[in-house]
């Protein structure tokens, strides 16, 4: 089992979303990243999100991540994915394809040095 040391939020937004429409976003990280994770913050509204990451590193995409996550109730934050490290540029969008109306506050986090619980 392993955990992060310490975290940075790279970007963040919130965003009032209508059914079928989605928020882009895009940030970078540096080279010591050990992994990032798409996160879905405290105060989004309770309900299942879809998301599109597109992972590029030199110019070059090196990952397509999609799939669908849940928020529930009173939840701190929901890890949607987790994407990788290095240094890469990140690319993507949340989507609400299942509320009628729906506000999603989301953030990118870094981990950095993996230290490993015996």
Do not use: H
Not at 49 to 78: D, H, M, R
Not at 94 to 110: D, F, H, M, P
């Amino acid at each position: 089992m392993t955990y992060w040391a310490t975290f940075k939020l790279y970007k963040a937004f919130n965003k009032t979303l209508g059914l079928g429409q989605c928020a882009e976003f895009e940030f970078d990280v540096p080279a010591e990243t050990a992994d990032v994770a798409l996160a879905l913050l405290g105060g989004t509204t309770p309900g299942t999100y879809g998301y599109y990451v597109e992972k590029w590193q030199n110019g070059v995409k090196k990952a397509t991540l999609t799939g669908t996550t849940t928020v529930y109730s009173e939840s701190p934050q929901t890890i949607a994915v987790w994407m990788g490290g290095g240094r890469a540029t990140y690319k993507g969008r949340i989507c609400n394809s299942y509320l009628s109306s729906a506000t999603v506050y989301t953030g990118s986090r870094e981990g950095k040095q993996p230290t490993a619980i015996p």
